[in-house]
C-alpha cells in the first residue's frame, strides 16, 4: 500500500463544475503540498498546508491532521485547470501520490 | 513566493553524451537542493539530496557515478547525467528548501530524451 493514496487517479468535468481531489497518508507528518503539474512537465506549488484550510483564488485545500486526509477543491473549474494534481507529504523527506488528471472540458 | 529555475527545460542528446542540468534559487539561499527522477504517469522519485558543500545523499538503486550532483553554492547545485544512455530519457526535477519548515520550492523540471 503506498503512503500516500490519492483519488480519483483520472477526473473530467464540465467547465464551471466544482473539483474536489482527495489525498490519503498513514505516516506522520510535518506539512502536505498540492502540486500542480501542466502538461509540459512544469510544477507549479499551490499548498503547503499543515493545519486547516488555505484559499488562493478558486482553489481550497483543507487537511484534518487526525484523520491523515486533505482535499483540494477547485469552484468554477475552467479548460486552463486541466493538469496533473499531486499530494506530497513532508516526513524527514517528500513522499508523492501518483496524481490526479483532471480534464475540464469547455 | 520564491523561485527555483531549472536550466535547460529540455535537451536532446546523443547516446554516450554526458548532460549536465543546472538548478538556481534565484532570490533564497538554499542549504538543501533534492533531484526527483518522474517516468511518464509515475509520480516524482527521489534520486539525491544535497546540501551546500557536502556530498550528496542517494536514494537507494541510484547510480551515484551516473548521476554526479555537486552543491557548490547556496544558490546553484547542478546534475550531470554521464554516458547518457536511452534508458536515462526522463523527466529531472530540482527543489530547493531553505530549511524552514521543510518547505520545497520546485524547479519546472527538465525533460531529457537520449537518442
Known amino acids: 500500500k503506498n503512503e500516500v493514496e490519492q483519488s480519483p487517479q483520472n477526473l473530467t468535468a464540465q467547465e464551471g463544475e466544482f473539483i474536489t481531489i482527495n489525498c490519503s497518508y498513514s505516516?506522520?507528518?510535518?506539512?502536505l503540498h498540492w502540486l500542480q503539474q501542466h502538461p509540459g512537465g512544469g510544477i507549479v506549488s499551490l499548498f503547503m498546508?499543515?493545519?486547516g484550510k488555505k484559499k488562493h483564488g478558486r482553489l481550497i485545500a483543507t487537511i484534518n491532521i487526525q484523520e491523515k486526509h486533505s482535499s483540494l477543491h477547485i469552484t468554477a473549474s475552467h479548460p486552463r485547470d486541466s493538469a496533473v494534481y499531486i499530494c506530497a507529504v513532508n516526513t524527514d523527506k517528500l513522499i508523492f501520490g501518483t496524481g490526479t488528471r483532471l480534464q475540464v472540458f469547455p | 513566493g520564491a523561485v527555483v529555475s531549472q536550466h535547460p527545460s529540455w535537451v536532446i542528446c546523443k547516446s554516450g553524451t554526458s548532460v549536465k542540468i543546472e538548478c538556481r534559487s534565484l532570490d533564497f539561499q538554499a542549504t538543501t537542493m533534492f533531484w526527483y527522477r518522474q517516468f511518464p504517469k509515475q509520480s516524482l522519485m527521489l534520486m539525491a539530496t544535497s546540501n551546500e558543500g557536502s556530498k550528496a545523499t542517494y536514494e537507494q538503486g541510484v547510480e551515484k557515478d551516473k548521476f554526479l550532483i555537486n552543491h557548490a553554492s547556496l544558490t546553484l547545485s547542478t546534475l550531470t547525467v554521464t554516458s547518457a544512455h536511452p534508458e536515462d530519457s526522463s523527466f529531472y526535477i530540482c527543489s530547493a528548501s531553505a530549511g524552514r519548515r521543510n518547505i520545497q520550492y520546485f524547479g519546472a523540471g527538465t525533460r531529457l530524451s537520449v537518442l
Open positions: 505516516v506522520g507528518i510535518s506539512a
Open positions: 498546508l499543515s493545519s
